[in-house]
């Protein structure tokens, strides 16, 4: 093992009474905006709906039962070249299960897969072959939820990818393995398809990071007949996350005081992206409960992580992306793209096909940013899918 990283530690969530306490009494005493003609969402998340949903967190969300949902599976803590890194391992019920590392994205957390874990390690009993079995590590990313404290600038998605490496091969002694993602965590699985290091044998991708691409320069002509409908989704999702990646990249910071302390802001701020990027017709809590919505924001408040987590975008983003060789495609290891209509980003299959080793490229038909809570079925299947050819 690389002399920077410890060996894992078994790890359960147990957050203090008094931090749960104190998260009451700052809902409780939230200072309400007024807010008129907003009836649509047109600017921003209504007050009406953001007081229904904090009047539930306060009397009916109940923490202890997600608390007690997430360690049903098994979680460690490791360092690895000084940085904290959280991860549940889930064991595949099958004859030679391959070891797959999923990333999640922001504002993800590591639960959003929760809905795959059992139906990717034990596929026997979900509608696969004991042959499709995975042996499952998901990571938090650095700075994120349990992965904390975090202390270390310049951790974008290339050094995460790095991080995971070593965290599969060194610190769990796999010889061979998957990855896969969505939102940050397809960036990280694609820097890692791009430097295709001994052992990754294929990177899934359900949002198409193809890294030096530029997606400003896609227009209507690119989009074969069968993919009617892409173009206009990208510049729909142009107008739903500008301000998003604008600020995160910009004065992380500066926010993080402001959503740091106001747990109902913080809901805000991740419920709208919930809403604007999910294939949810405008309707959030038709995809995502309030329970689902509410235990999202506590992890990220009940840890404080909001701050460390947004720091992934100037680590990554302030500067071009650079790449560590010149060979083509980009992405070098094979490569299955999951494309699903509401994506930030809709990419034409010829132009995958140009920027990875394409093996695989499935248009689906519903979901958005969020595909493994969104659609885990299909996730699921496609994941199979890809890799039976590569095991």
Not at 17 to 29: G, K, M, P, Q, V
Not at 37 to 66: A, H
Not at 105 to 129: I, S
């Amino acid at each position: 093992m690389d002399r920077g990283s410890s060996e894992p530690t078994r790890f359960e969530v147990a957050i203090d009474e008094e931090a749960i306490a104190d998260l009451r009494s700052r809902l409780r005493s939230t200072r309400w905006s007024p807010d008129f003609g907003n009836e649509g969402w047109q600017f921003g998340v209504p007050t009406d709906y953001l007081r229904e949903l904090v009047t539930y967190w306060i009397d009916d969300f109940d923490w202890r039962s997600v608390e007690a949902e997430i360690n049903a599976y098994h979680h460690y803590r490791s360092v690895i070249e000084g940085v904290p890194i959280h991860f549940m391992r889930i064991p595949g019920q099958g004859p030679n299960p391959l070891p797959l590392v999923l990333t999640h994205g922001w504002p993800w957390t590591f639960w959003d897969y929760h809905k795959v874990l059992q139906p990717l390690t034990d596929p026997a009993r979900h509608g696969g072959r004991p042959e499709d079995a995975f042996e499952l590590i998901v990571p938090s990313l650095p700075g994120f939820v349990f992965s904390s404290p975090l202390s270390t600038t310049g951790v974008g998605f290339p050094r995460t990818a790095e991080l995971w490496h070593t965290l599969m091969t060194q610190v769990l002694g796999f010889d061979r393995y998957g990855a896969g993602g969505g939102d940050w965590g397809a960036f990280v699985t694609a820097q890692l398809a791009h430097v295709a290091p001994p052992g990754l044998v294929g990177a899934h991708l359900t949002f198409p990071a193809l890294l030096g691409f530029d997606s400003g320069a896609l227009t209507p002509d690119a989009y074969a007949p069968d993919e009617a409908g892409g173009y206009e989704q990208v510049l729909r999702a142009r107008g739903v996350s500008g301000s998003h990646m604008a600020v995160h990249i910009a004065d992380p910071q500066t926010l993080a005081h402001a959503l740091g302390d106001s747990p109902a802001g913080l809901a805000a701020w991740m419920i709208e992206r919930r809403r604007n990027w999910s294939d949810c017709n405008g309707d959030v809590e038709s995809v995502f409960s309030k329970r689902d919505l509410v235990t999202t924001v506590a992890l990220y408040w009940l840890t404080n992580t909001f701050s460390s987590s947004i720091r992934m975008y100037p680590s990554s983003f302030r500067a071009p992306w650079a790449p560590v060789h010149e060979r083509t495609p980009t992405l070098q290891a094979p490569t299955g793209i999951a494309q699903f209509p509401r994506e930030l980003l809709v990419v034409p299959r010829s132009v995958a096909g140009e920027h990875a080793n394409l093996h695989r490229h499935t248009p689906m038909p519903a979901g958005g940013h969020f595909a493994p809570f969104e659609q885990p079925d299909l996730v699921v299947d496609d994941i199979r899918a890809f890799f039976a050819a590569l095991r």
